[in-house]
């Protein structure tokens, strides 16, 4: 058993910036597929980023048009990960989730995109950008 805890959300102006929280408990893995998506009122839950953690390294992944703006991040220390949003926008707006899944090796990591894909969810956290 995963659970896993958002935090860190809240209201932002656009152009500012924001980090989120996942903290994470239970079983842990040194080789673990782990992601954030973000759901807004009549959307579909989609994916906003994505951390492979080799335990010693992770590697990452996001969108294309999402890349530059946002980045995952681990602490490996803390079992704790983050998203960093940058230069938010209103169209940013949306509940966000973490995700995680220690099952899946680092192929099906990198094709991990949908909700499906993944065992574990956070009970999410709002994040409302203002213009």
């Known amino acids: 058993q995963v659970q896993l805890v958002e935090s860190g959300g809240g209201s932002v102006q656009a152009g500012g910036s924001l980090r989120l929280s996942c903290a994470a408990s239970?079983?842990?893995?040194?080789?673990?597929?782990r992601a954030w998506f973000r759901q807004a009122p009549g959307k579909e839950r989609a994916w906003v980023a994505r951390l492979y953690d080799y335990g010693y390294t992770a590697t990452d992944d996001y969108p294309h048009s999402l890349k530059g703006r946002f980045t995952i991040l681990r602490d490996k220390a803390k079992n704790t990960l983050y998203l960093q949003l940058d230069r938010p926008e209103p169209e940013d707006t949306a509940m966000y989730y973490c995700a995680a899944d220690p099952h899946l090796d680092w192929q099906q990591c990198q094709r991990a995109i949908r909700p499906s894909d993944f065992k574990y969810w956070g009970q999410g956290t709002q994040v409302t950008v203002s213009s």
């Open positions: 239970g079983d842990t893995y040194s080789g673990n597929c």
